[in-house]
Nanobody
Framework: QVQLVESGGGLVQPGGSLRLSCAVS????????MGWYRQAPGKQRELVAT???????NYADSVKGRFTISRDNAKNTVYLQMASLKPEDTAVYYC????????????WGQGTQVTVSS
């Protein structure tokens, strides 16, 4: 019923930029919030950034000033613009949709690999 498809991952050198996209089946405003999470090998999945239906954003301290989350409702797409990338940003990045209809529920994409390396 709900599908999230990430794209835009790849290999980039330190200091480079990359933009991730999350295409949603239906309006992104079906959800309380959209977000990006990431998981590096051997580590817990962590929140990167979120954006609510009102446009309020939240970022992990580690990415503040470097990453920007945005949305395009006409395209039913959420973006994560990443700049000044560091090797420690290497991870699988997952798109997340949070619903508050009837009960809290999370939806997840399959993930897209981001590798920052020389």
């Amino acid at each position: 019923q709900v599908q999230l498809v990430e794209s835009g991952g790849g290999l980039v050198q330190p200091g480079g930029s990359l933009r991730l996209s999350c295409a949603v089946s239906g309006s992104i405003f079906r959800f309380y919030a959209m977000g990006w999470y990431r998981q590096a090998p051997g580590k817990q999945r962590e929140l990167v950034a979120t954006i609510t239906t009102t446009g309020s954003t939240n970022y992990a301290d580690s990415v503040k000033g470097r990453f920007t989350i945005s949305r395009d409702n006409a395209k039913n797409t959420v973006y994560l613009q990443m700049a000044s990338l560091k090797p420690e940003d290497t991870a699988v990045y997952y798109c997340n949709a949070q619903s508050r209809i009837t009960a809290p529920r999370d939806y997840w994409g399959q993930g897209t690999q981001v590798t920052v390396s020389s």
